[in-house]
Nanobody, 113 residues
């Protein structure tokens, strides 16, 4: 059974950085796309960033220039988040797409002073 487990969330002040990890129970390259979504209380889940098999990346306008999605050669995808803003506060959820989507449980990111 495929599992995705996120880690790296926490509380940070505005302007700070966090690095999220998403560890899969199989090769990260078995997924056609790896993506990070986020969901804040009372808001819809939104796509933050994705990386396709060929390495092509895509970002939400709100995080361009601040967030970077990447993956290693084994089973982990990452989301480097810099210059964090209060509006980045949300649960961040990893998704691996392979015909169907496989979702992690999420990791909370809170940006506040």
């Amino acid at each position: 059974q495929v599992r995705l487990v996120e880690s790296g969330g926490g509380s940070v002040q505005p302007g700070g950085s966090l690095r999220l990890s998403c560890a899969a129970t199989e090769s990260i390259f078995s997924f056609s796309v790896m993506a990070w979504y986020r969901q804040a209380p009372g808001k819809q889940r939104e796509l933050v960033a994705s990386i396709a098999g060929g390495g092509v990346t895509n970002y939400a306008d709100s995080v361009k220039g601040r967030f970077t999605i990447s993956r290693d050669m084994k089973n982990t995808a990452y989301l480097q988040m810099n210059s964090l803003k209060r509006e980045d506060t949300a649960a961040y959820i990893c998704c691996g797409q392979r015909g169907v989507g496989y979702w992690g449980q999420g990791t909370q990111v809170t940006v506040s002073s």
